[in-house]
């Protein structure tokens, strides 16, 4: 990072009495940065949002914004704004009436024409002219999210926080409105932090993803970073799905590394990672659903897993099969091209799959789990 971050979480904390929501913590995020807290429900997304707009005091360390350590600093000393969960609209007042409550909490007495010059142009911003004088009730779910963007942004915050800004609306809606939030990062030119439990929509919109997990920072990346390279099982699986399967490292030949599954069979890896394994020591290798190809069992395809199908479930573009590998082991899932694989293979079936040794990812293989 060149230029000094817009927020700087430093050994940040928050215990509720004896339960740690958020143990310390160091984050840094760049000026203009699209920035997304990804992790299942209660893992501490929504209080580390919640201590950098002022809402929560932190129990341990600084935070800084803007060069400011803001860590005493009421939410409306902190040059940044939020986008609530349940967008928090005033049900009495008009869209403009509630744009415009922005403005007047914050930036003492504006001129009366400049006020309405601000709450336009986040009106136009938003694509709501014409909607002014309509009260939140007569709003669509799409419309009542793009008057709460329009609120937070009037006063032009360094920094937008955004609790998962999307959750309430439909599925449709929602990949609209994520080409949406893309624009608005674009257009505004600001820092937007955001939280969701959804990995889709943090892979698309982010530059960097921090993936969160019980109250600890599990691993930042821009989202190619955390697909290609996961540090752990458990980012493997969130970021994507993975099948994980424990081994044994058995060695190396060249620039592969072998390692025995439970049943016997052999897998290679020629990943980076791989290198760090000794023989004999214990390791979980991880293959993604949609780097499995299919092959017929007795071509004897390289660094194949022998399988019987359980299930043959058709998704549109691609057909997900449940895999038991022949001698044993956890049930695999495959992603395969609905031409990849011949009608006639149904429940039942053998079928090898094969995987390239570069997608054969491999954790732990330094020891100790
Ligand atoms: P997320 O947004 O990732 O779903 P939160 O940050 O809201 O999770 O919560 C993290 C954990 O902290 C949860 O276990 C939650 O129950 C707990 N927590 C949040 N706020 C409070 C509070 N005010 N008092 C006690 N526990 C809380
Ligand atoms: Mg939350």
Redesign the pocket.
């Known amino acids: 990072m060149t230029s000094s971050p817009i927020v700087a979480l430093d050994g940040v904390a ?1 215990r ?2 004896a ?1 740690v ?2 143990h310390e913590t160091d984050l840094a995020i760049a000026e203009g940065e699209f920035v997304t ?1 990804l ?12 201590l950098i707009g002022g809402f ?1 005091q932190a129990s341990d360390g600084r935070i800084a914004i803007a060069g400011q350590d803001v860590t005493e600093s009421p939410p409306y000393r902190r040059p940044v704004n939020t986008v609530f969960q349940d967008y928090a609209l005033f049900p009495h007042m008009s869209v403009a009436e509630n744009i415009g409550y922005g403005l007047s909490v914050r930036s003492g007495r504006l001129e009366k024409t400049e006020r309405r010059r601000r709450v336009a142009e986040a009106l136009a911003l938003v694509g709501l002219e014409g909607m002014a004088d309509r009260r939140p009730g007569a709003l669509s779910g799409g419309q009542r999210q793009r008057v709460a963007m329009a609120r937070a942004v009037v006063r032009r915050p360094r920094v937008l926080l955004l ?2 800004p999307l959750s309430a609306l439909d599925v449709k809606l929602r990949e609209g409105m994520q080409v949406e939030l893309k624009r608005l990062h674009r257009e505004l030119g600001i820092t937007f932090l955001m ?1 969701t ?1 959804d990995q889709t929509e943090a892979l698309a919109l982010s530059d960097r993803i921090v993936v ?1 997990r019980e ?1 600890r920072i599990a691993q930042i990346g821009s989202p190619t970073d955390l697909y290609d390279h996961p540090a752990t099982p458990y980012v493997a699986d969130f970021i994507g799905a993975a099948n994980l399967l424990e081994a044994e490292a058995l060695g190396r030949e060249g620039d592969v590394c072998a390692f025995r599954l439970v049943n016997g069979a052999t897998l290679r890896s020629r990943r980076r990672e791989a290198a760090g394994a000794t023989t004999g020591s214990r390791v979980t290798l991880g293959v993604r659903p949609e780097r499995m190809m299919a092959a017929r069992p007795e071509t004897g395809a390289a660094n194949a897993l022998d399988c019987i199908v359980m299930e043959r479930l058709f998704h549109g573009d691609c057909l997900r099969i449940e895999l038991a590998p022949e001698g044993g082991g956890k049930p695999l899932f495959a992603e395969l091209a609905r031409t990849a694989l011949p009608a006639t293979v149904s429940a039942g079936s053998r079928l090898a799959v094969h995987i390239d040794p570069d997608d054969v990812m491999v954790f732990d293989a330094g020891g100790g789990k």
């Open positions: 928050k509720y009495g339960f929501a958020l807290l992790g299942p429900s209660g893992c501490g997304k929504t209080t580390t949002l919640r929560e609790d998962e939280v439990h969160m109250g």
